[in-house]
């Protein structure tokens, strides 16, 4: 099967997700008609300078590569519904708080995301929704989601998991998170391996280094050009992915 082909000047937005605005990582990509180019990478300050900010990057087709859950189990909604306080439950834990796509990532690259209906995650899966609404508001448009690597009409947006992409690339996938040297020191690392998919300056390379979040939203983008390749493995049953939401990640590499 023929690769996608994907317009010059589309955008990829990584967004390393948080509750708090300053552990927020940005990071534009531009695909020109060479190799992708990594345009900018950051991290947040305030809510209103982040909308700004990615507003400001998506003035052609984009795709919002986010590091959140944006859906949560069917079975959870299900079941609460109509729970009432005291009273069982008819499915087990896991079957209630992991989505399909959880498992299927678990399932392939041995590498389990949190469980968006019973972790700390579920904040920031809500802190990305309300971050898509008000972009959504600022840029006058609807955010869908994406579920082929199609030309991009506007703004669209596709759920990714760092960890997992990195995995899938036979990279280490854990360690590289917070303030110390050997964090740091395996970070760059990381941005060395990023630089064979994407093309990027010294300074992008010091963030990366200095920063998980930054890594993190870098690494957003590049589950986004997977996904535009058509790299990226789809969903089985889509309509309970529309549902629960589902993780693009490919698969591991040979």
């Not at 678990?106 to 898509?132: E, M, N, Y």
Request: glycine content about 6%.
């Amino acid at each position: 099967m023929a690769k996608p082909v994907v317009p010059p000047e589309t955008r990829i937005i990584g967004v390393d997700c948080a509750t708090d605005p300053k552990k927020v990582g940005l990071a534009l990509c531009v695909i020109t008609e060479g190799r992708p180019e990594l345009r900018e990478v950051t991290t947040g300050t305030t809510w209103p300078a982040i909308d700004e900010q990615v507003a400001s990057w998506a003035s052609t087709p984009t795709l919002l590569a986010l590091d959140a859950p944006l859906g949560w189990p069917a079975l959870l909604g299900e079941s609460l519904h109509a729970h009432r306080a005291g009273a069982g439950f008819e499915h087990a834990p896991n079957a209630m708080f992991r989505r399909a796509t959880d498992d299927a990532v678990a399932q392939r690259l041995g590498k389990r995301p949190l469980d968006v209906g019973s972790d700390r995650i579920a904040r920031t899966a809500h802190a990305a929704l309300s971050f898509l609404a008000r972009l959504s508001k600022a840029l006058d448009a609807p955010i869908p989601l994406a579920w082929e690597p199609a030309p991009i009409d506007g703004v669209a947006a596709i759920e990714v998991y760092p960890a997992g992409t990195l995995a899938a690339q036979n990279l280490p996938h854990s360690g590289y998170k917070g303030a110390a040297d050997s964090a740091s020191s395996l970070r760059s690392e990381l941005s060395s391996a990023i630089a064979e998919q994407l093309s990027f300056d010294a300074h992008s390379a010091a963030e990366m280094a200095r920063t998980d979040h930054a890594l993190d939203a870098v690494l957003c983008v590049c589950a986004g050009l997977d996904f535009l390749a058509g790299d990226a493995v789809a969903p089985n049953d889509l309509t309970l992915a529309e549902q629960e939401g589902w993780i693009w990640v490919r698969s591991r590499r040979a």
